[in-house]
């Protein structure tokens, strides 16, 4: 079950939001993400990047946490939020978890990969030592339209 979405919430995804409609500009798959700590301040943000950087770990979320790992000084994030514009994907997930995110908010759900309540659950999967809050669907219908747009122009 996933709690429901703030303000603070809706404003840091319309940053997300832009961050995946760059991505799709430079023919990266239209993902946003952002970190904020425990204040609401932005410490990390990123984009997909896999084609740009031919990393298949240059996820949007990868590229944000790695950001705010480095403007904290250390990996651990607790306290922080991870706003994503898409469900993350099973690795996603678990960097979540590693870096010790202690709330995720997502946009569109991904039904076909997703790790945080459709496909698969390791974001709150109880035999894990670490989970994290979880707030699904805030601008949903407008993280799924830039994605069908993009995925529309390759068919």
């Not at 919430?9 to 798959?29: K, P």
């Not at 993400?33 to 990047?49: K, L, P, Q, S």
């Not at 996820?59 to 480095?70: D, I, K, T």
């Not at 809050?133 to 529309?152: N, W, Y």
Request: charged content about 25%; aromatic content about 4%; overall charge negative.
């Amino acid at each position: 079950m996933a709690l429901p979405a703030s303000d603070s919430d809706d404003a840091v995804m319309e940053r997300a939001l832009s961050l995946a409609a760059r991505a799709a500009a430079v023919g990266e798959i239209p993902v946003g993400a952002v970190v904020t700590d425990a204040a609401g301040t932005v410490i990390g943000e990123g984009r997909n990047r896999r084609e740009l950087e031919h990393d298949p770990t240059a996820h949007a979320e990868v590229v944000a946490l790695r950001q705010a790992a480095l403007a904290r000084g250390g990996w651990n994030l607790e306290g922080c939020t991870l706003t994503v514009t898409l469900e993350p994907c099973v690795m996603c997930a678990g960097a979540v978890l590693q870096s010790r995110i202690s709330r995720l908010v997502f946009g569109a759900w991904d039904e076909k990969a997703g790790a945080a309540g459709s496909m698969y659950d390791v974001v709150r999967d109880r035999r894990l030592p670490y989970r994290a809050e979880v707030v699904a669907g805030v601008r949903g219908d407008e993280a799924s339209a830039l994605l069908r747009a993009f995925f529309s122009t390759r068919r």
